[in-house]
């Protein structure tokens, strides 16, 4: 009965997180300037992309709060995936493992872009955005370094922002 109410708690304030890393994910110049594919997957991956930045943040703050906040973000990212899925047509029965998939997807672009933004070299975010925001196509090398300057300083910014901001449910990105 008590998760119930901590789940409510954290609702506001994950629907403020989650609009706001979501609306930043939509920007344009990342479809028309940085050329991420402008597709619904070129927009999972930037939406993972800033839920990425957000999650690392909160995770940082090792606290229970934080920690159930985090949390609150994640479900409900996943929560719209799954009406976005609907909304698409993807069947019922069909819907679960799609969603199994995409966390999988997340948890992994996580850990490649943690172990980038961690070093200072510049090879392994490179890397794991070129795999991951533009999947296979060869991007202009011009791109990758705009959108690996662009995680660094969203990263530092975000590191910066205070807590009790993000308890609030209010980030802010660093303008482009």
Known sequence: MFGF???????KPAEGLYLSLVA????EQFYVGDGVPDTVDGRF?????????????????????????????FDLMFQDMDRNLREMGVGDLSVGKHIKGMAKALYGRIAAYEEGVTVTEPGPLAD??????????????????RMSS?????AAALADQPIGELIAGKVSFRAR
């Open 5 to 11: 109410f901590r789940k409510r708690r954290w609702q």
């Open 24 to 27: 930043q994910s939509r920007q």
């Open 45 to 73: 991956d930037m939406i993972c992309l800033h839920a990425f930045l957000v999650l690392r943040r909160l995770k940082a703050e090792q606290t229970p709060d934080a920690a159930e906040l985090a949390q609150a973000v």
């Open 128 to 145: 794991a955005l070129t795999r991951n925001l533009y999947r296979g196509t060869e991007p202009d090398p011009a791109q990758i370094d």
């Open 150 to 154: 662009y995680v660094r300083a969203q």
